[in-house]
């Protein structure tokens, strides 16, 4: 459920994201400095920035290629995040992308520039890269994080 139909800083929400960097890739974690995948980097930005979780997360498999009719990640996004068209993302907005074109989303990162996100990535922890023409190509949604 959204708080508030007002958008977070995106200033706070990059800084926040930017305090994730060089925490190692651990499936399923969500805890800075210790462990993450990139929905557990996101779920901490949330922490920090709105408050608890309104919900808790099921597990869920890393098949990047996952297909169906359901777009869980998504979903869960919009119960609690302000949706935007993936066109229009700035910096300070949570991304899903789909990894292979027939596939639901399963990867997220947070813009931290027009041409720049964050995200954790298996083998590299998270990170801050150029968002290049292969991963804008992949945004399959976008939400900004609510104010509190």
């Known amino acids: 459920m959204i708080r508030s139909q007002t958008a977070a800083d995106p200033d706070r929400i990059i800084a926040a994201a930017r305090s994730w960097l060089g925490t190692p890739y651990h499936d399923q974690a969500s805890?800075?400095?210790?462990?993450?995948?990139?929905?557990?980097?996101?779920?901490?930005?949330?922490?920090?920035?709105v408050g608890d979780e309104p919900f808790p997360i099921p597990p869920y498999s890393r098949d990047w290629g996952e297909t169906g009719a359901r777009e869980v990640l998504a979903e869960g996004a919009r119960r609690m995040m302000i949706e935007?068209?993936?066109?229009?993302?700035?910096?300070?907005?949570?991304?899903?992308?789909?990894?292979r074109a027939s596939a639901i989303a399963k990867h997220v990162g947070i813009l931290t520039a027009p041409d720049r996100f964050i995200h954790a990535y298996e083998r590299l922890g998270v990170i801050e890269e150029p968002l290049t023409q292969a991963w804008y190509r992949r945004i399959g949604f976008a939400f900004l994080f609510p104010s509190i």
């Open 31 to 49: 805890l800075k400095g210790v462990g993450c995948d990139c929905l557990g980097m996101a779920r901490g930005v949330w922490r920090e920035l």
């Open 84 to 99: 935007i068209d993936p066109r229009d993302v700035i910096p300070g907005a949570l991304i899903l992308f789909r990894m």
